[in-house]
């Protein structure tokens, strides 16, 4: 199973945001319903370390939290464009939340392919198949002003990851809002 932790995007949101990337040559635009902010990336795991990740999962603290999206950015090498994304204001909550999510997985000590960057909140819109990085950097520059409705985020989800031929597929397997443990 590969999994990751995030919250979910409003659908009105998501439908917002999907014509931004769709409208570029060369990306392979993320559809609404996979939008979302992953909060750790778990990786393969085995179905008996999916059950602990759930239980560490279910006793965390949650309250809900505002959260709104806000510009729109790009992660690329010097070399390549690699995702285009949109950003979502200063919300210490969030930050608080990836945290605790991060310390809860490292305490279970058997997730070897969890990611350990430093949080960088995002929502992947597109990921770069051969669009011309200018046109890209345009959409930023268009966009600069770009934000949302206030949302709540009153939940965060265990998603499981499926590749398929028309990319990947998000399933969330538990959801979490503080009521769990």
Not at 123 to 134: F, M, S, V, Y
Request: with cysteine; proline share 6%.
């Amino acid at each position: 199973m590969r999994l990751f932790v995030g919250v979910e995007i409003p659908a009105d949101i998501a439908d917002d945001l999907y014509p931004l990337a769709r409208g570029i040559r060369g990306l392979d635009a993320q559809t609404p319903e996979n939008m979302h902010i992953t909060l750790k990336f778990i990786g393969n795991v085995d179905p008996g370390l999916a059950r602990e990740i759930d239980a560490a999962l279910s006793e965390l603290p949650f309250e809900p939290f505002d959260l709104r999206v806000q510009g729109l950015g790009i992660f690329a090498s010097a070399r390549k464009l690699r995702i285009f994304w949109a950003g979502v204001a200063d919300q210490p909550a969030l930050h608080s939340l990836a945290n605790r999510v991060e310390k809860a997985l490292l305490r279970l000590e058997e997730c070897p392919d969890m990611d350990m960057r430093k949080f960088n909140p995002h929502i992947t819109l597109g990921r770069n198949r051969d669009a011309a990085r200018a046109t890209v950097e345009q959409a930023v520059a268009d966009n600069i002003g770009l934000t949302s409705r206030t949302f709540t985020i009153d939940r965060f989800c265990l998603y499981e990851s499926h590749s398929t031929v028309d990319g990947p597929e998000f399933r969330v397997v538990a959801a979490y809002d503080g009521s769990n443990g």
